[in-house]
């Protein structure tokens, strides 16, 4: 992970201090787009919530995974709290792991 590329999203930071990273603090709408049609990989996000809300609210998502853990409680925060609309999402496959975890992967419908 230490020398994949890496976008990090902040309102706040003016440079990030790990190997190989960029900081983007324009606008989603924008930015995201110009990655997109970058050669290379897949984008993954990590770590944001609200972060991925705000894509998911943009349409900028192309796949979505949901991992099922075999684990219940009580309570959590939600995912997605800051949708406000409906978003049909069509089920590709699935993958069942060993530890019992279910991938979930959609795509918009």
Sequence with gaps: MHSLPKIVFSKTLEKADWNNSTVIRN???EEVPKLKAQPGKDM??????????SLLQLGLIDEYRVIL???LIGKGRRLFDEVKDKIRLKLQHTKLLAS???VLYYQNA
């Design 27 to 29: 606008n989603l709408q």
């Design 69 to 71: 853990q075999p684990v």
């Design 100 to 102: 019992g975890v279910i």
């Design 44 to 53: 993954v996000i990590f770590g944001s919530a609200s972060l991925a809300s």
